[in-house]
Nanobody, 117 residues
């Protein structure tokens, strides 16, 4: 019964911003570790953001540090990835990942982000 409503992706110009959203059903986001990954053509899957269960600890990949911010709205059971100052190399499918308190992992289907002039 777990599924996500994902939104926020699309085509954006370099220097622009997007906020990706993963609204979850079937588990509790506030009790879960959240990670955001991306997969670009010809590249390995890359971890871009991490958030502890409480959200008090966050970490970012070197390539996005200072530009991306992970957050969540527990009342909406939704995780977010805010992306600023986007570059061509940020083009990828972005995947939300949650590890619950029961150590079960769930993955979103993926959100396409294309940065193009």
């Amino acid at each position: 019964q777990v599924h996500f409503v994902e939104s926020g992706g699309g085509l954006v110009q370099p220097g622009g911003s997007l906020r990706l959203s993963c609204g979850a059903t079937g588990f509790t986001v506030s009790s879960s570790v959240m990670r955001w990954y991306r997969q670009a053509p010809g590249k390995e899957r890359e971890l871009v953001a991490y958030s502890s269960r409480s959200g008090s600890t966050t970490n970012y990949g070197d390539s996005v540090k200072g530009r991306f911010t992970v957050s969540r709205d527990n009342a909406k059971n939704t995780g977010y990835l805010e992306m600023n100052s986007l570059k061509f190399e940020d083009t990828a499918v972005y995947l939300c990942n949650f590890r619950t308190s029961y150590e079960t992992e769930y993955w979103g289907r993926g959100i396409q982000v294309t940065v193009s002039s």
